[in-house]
């Protein structure tokens, strides 16, 4: 199994920039694909981005699409979501989470692990 924190949400204007992290603990962070999920107020839970084991695929949701960059940093058992020309509609509750599925494609139900989250609130 393995334990994942997010850290780095805040508050944020409207075209800013913001990086959160999600640190691993337990089992080697490179046996697991890891993916970037997000919730707001009064919606379900959606993805974001995912990034391959060894970094070397990944995959975006079209709303983040030219916006965002995930990677990973498996010597320091990190994965990154850089968050760049925010808007308003961004704002949520942001999920690390950890897949055991050799090729992941942005579903909820691929992922075995889940951290607890980290806010993300851009204004406008």
């Known amino acids: 199994q393995v334990q994942l924190v997010e850290s780095g949400g805040g508050l944020v204007q409207a075209g800013g920039s913001l990086r959160v992290s999600c640190t691993a603990s337990?089992?080697?962070?490179?046996?697991?694909?890891m993916g970037w999920f997000r919730q707001a107020p009064g919606k379900e839970r959606e993805f974001v981005a995912e990034?391959?084991?060894?970094?070397?695929?990944?995959n975006y949701a079209d709303s983040v699409k030219g916006r965002f960059t995930i990677s990973r940093d498996n010597a320091k058992n990190s994965g990154y979501l850089q968050m760049n020309s925010l808007k308003p509609e961004d704002t949520a509750v942001y999920y690390c989470?950890?897949?055991?599925?050799?090729?992941?494609?942005?579903?909820?139900?691929?992922?075995?692990?889940w951290g607890q989250g980290t806010q993300v609130t851009v204004s406008s």
């Open positions: 337990g089992r080697t962070f490179s046996s697991y694909a």
């Open positions: 989470a950890a897949s055991r599925f050799p090729w992941t494609t942005g579903k909820s139900e691929q992922y075995d692990y």
């Open positions: 990034i391959s084991r060894s970094g070397a695929s990944t």
